[in-house]
């Protein structure tokens, strides 16, 4: 047994998904949402790709942009990992739920069933499974959600190294929370309501083993005041000024002799939070922008997945 929390934030790897045309126009993206520059949003999520693999010396897995999932890039709802278990989500949004649609890839549900769906050669559905494929292929168990009561965005689960806690948001609801449990069962999960109309770690994440960092509205720090009641362990915090500048990457690639990285939003996207973020002394700050892409409802924490393959001692 090694010590409490030492598992967040272990990689090797990252997935992300190449920005789609079809991103650039709001009606594409989704109601609501406003037109945004393709050309900016592509050179941040390149940039951010370049940061992952050069910087953080992970193994760069990306995925072909998707024109049929303006949202594809947004693969970080998809999916929740730990240690060798990737549950695919059920997102809440009807839009969105061909980019976890199985596409024929063998697989777990949640119900131990095996998983075996196989698709026409004549179906016009596209070859979007390309998430669940790229886990499967290097080797992490898959778990599907069967129930169809049950909504989750992976962007509402929060993993502290010891502990899940899961925002029930208009995204996620308590039967997606209850999957996260049956699924992750070594650890305790528990549900923290979202006040807001965005997801837990819009506001909220680690910046280390011991540390919650989250933004300074009403709707975060009502989450961290219920997260301290729920949980058994100590955690410091540490506010800033931003929410979006809470939803950060805490990520130990392993590399000898270097000290761990916090992958954020930087000054060119949130200078009020900048020097409440060197507080984090033990981290090595290492800055991206996303803020053409947020205008489609992304979040750092969603622009990627980054998990290990490698052994845990």
Same mark, same amino acid.
């Given at each position: &047994? ?6 967040? $934030? ?13 991103l ?15 050309? +900016? ?13 050069? @910087?953080?010396?992970?193994q ?28 695919? =989500? ?6 969105r ?28 559905r596209? +070859?979007?499974?390309?998430v ?12 599907? &959600?069967?129930?169809?009561?049950? =909504?989750?965005d ?5 993993? =502290? ?21 049956d =699924? ?13 109309? %965005?997801?837990? @770690?819009?506001? %909220? ?21 219920? &997260? ?19 939803d %950060? ?7 000898? $002799? ?29 800055p ?15 622009? %990627? ?9």
């Open positions: &047994m090694g010590t409490p929390g030492e598992g967040l $934030g272990r990689c090797s790897h990252a997935l992300i998904r190449g920005v789609p045309e079809s650039a126009s709001g009606e594409g993206a989704g109601a609501g949402l406003p037109a945004l520059d393709l050309a +900016k949003a592509q050179r941040e999520h390149g940039v951010l790709g370049g940061k992952l693999r050069q @910087r953080l010396g992970l760069l897995l990306e995925l072909p942009p998707e024109e049929s999932l303006p949202l594809g890039p947004l693969l970080g709802d998809t999916a929740v990992i730990q240690g060798d278990t990737a549950l695919i =989500t059920r997102p809440w949004s009807p839009a739920r061909p980019e976890v649609t199985p596409g024929g890839a063998g697989g777990i549900r949640a119900s131990g069933k095996k998983w075996g769906g196989n698709v026409s050669a004549r179906s016009s596209p +070859k979007v499974d390309g669940r494929k790229a886990l499967q292929d290097l080797g992490l168990r898959i778990v599907e &959600m069967a129930d169809e009561n049950a =909504t989750l992976g962007t509402d689960v929060l993993f =502290t190294g010891r502990e899940f806690f899961v925002g029930l948001s208009k995204w996620t609801n308590h039967r997606g929370a209850e999957i996260v449990a =699924t992750f069962r070594d650890f305790a999960v528990s549900t923290v309501p979202v006040s807001s109309p %965005c997801h837990l @770690r819009s506001f %909220c994440g680690m910046g280390g083993p011991r540390t919650v960092v989250a933004g300074s509205s009403d709707a975060a720090q009502k989450a961290v005041r219920a &997260m301290a009641v729920l949980t058994d362990h100590p955690y410091a915090s540490l506010t800033l000024p931003d929410d979006a500048a809470a %950060c990457l805490f990520l130990r690639p392993g590399l000898p $002799g270097v000290p761990p990285f916090l992958l954020h939003r930087g000054g060119g996207d949130l200078p009020n939070s900048q020097e409440a973020l060197q507080k984090l002394s033990d981290v090595t700050l290492v991206v922008s996303c803020s053409e892409l947020e205008k489609a409802g992304a979040g750092l924490s969603s622009l %990627c997945l980054v998990f290990s393959t490698r052994p845990h001692s």
